[in-house]
């Protein structure tokens, strides 16, 4: 059974500190891993890594995956109060996605 | 586009009770799933069907839960009876491909 680890489970700081979010994976069939935030709805895609596109950035945003260790790292620079939400890692499979349980980051003005 | 539809929003029901919960999925995805989501945990799959065929629903309590997809659109999820540990939060999601999922804004349920 596909396992995904986060670490760690919550984590609060301060506006315009840099934050880092891990993703540990131990998967049968490895196809993708993806990021979403989850605040207090449905969760929204971020990033999706796989072997051929190991590094996505998107502003504040950036994610890299290390296929050889088998973790992902989300980071986060520069932080806001809007960026207090759940985020949750989460491996593709060949036809379902499974979830860690997220780290809950709170984002202090 | 509209998104994924689900409703009821918000449902509050005693042990031992029956609830159900329905999605409708963006129109022209095929593939329809349901996750339960337990305060502080990821979400967990219940049931993915394809069209109106279930292709994986080895999570899923089948004592107490069962899920449809009558004409491979609509679904409906239910519990019955339910327990307390069944409190949680049941996101619908569809998807065409699936690096493409989108979710629903989710059925909370308090079981007391």
């Known amino acids: 059974e596909d396992k995904v680890v986060q670490s760690p489970l919550s984590l609060v700081v301060h506006e315009g500190d840099t934050v880092t979010l891990n993703c540990s994976y131990e998967?049968?069939?490895?196809?993708?891993l993806l990021w979403y935030k989850q605040e207090k709805k449905a969760p929204t895609f971020l990033f999706m890594l796989t072997s051929s596109g190991i590094e996505k950035k998107s502003g504040r945003l950036s994610s890299i995956l290390d296929k050889k260790e088998l973790f992902s790292i989300l980071n986060i620079t520069a932080t806001q109060t809007g960026d207090s939400a759940v985020y949750l890692c989460a491996h593709r499979g060949n036809y379902k996605l499974t979830f860690g349980k997220g780290t809950l980051l709170t984002v202090n003005p | 586009e509209a998104g994924v539809a689900q409703s009821p929003r918000y449902k509050i029901i005693e042990k031992r009770q029956s609830v159900a919960f329905w999605c409708n999925p963006i129109s022209g995805h095929a593939t329809l799933y349901w996750y339960q989501q337990i305060l502080g945990q990821g979400p967990k799959l219940l049931i993915q069907?394809?069209?109106?065929?279930?292709?994986?629903d080895s999570q899923l309590p089948k004592d107490r839960f069962s899920a449809e997809r009558l004409k491979g659109v609509d679904s409906t999820l239910k519990i019955q009876p339910a327990k307390l540990e069944d409190s949680a939060v049941y996101l619908c999601?569809?998807?065409?491909?699936?690096?493409?999922?989108?979710f629903g804004e989710g059925s909370w349920l308090t079981v007391v």
């Open positions: 998967v049968t069939n490895f196809r993708s």
């Open positions: 069907f394809q069209n109106n065929g279930v292709v994986d």
């Open positions: 999601a569809s998807s065409e491909e699936i690096n493409t999922i989108y």
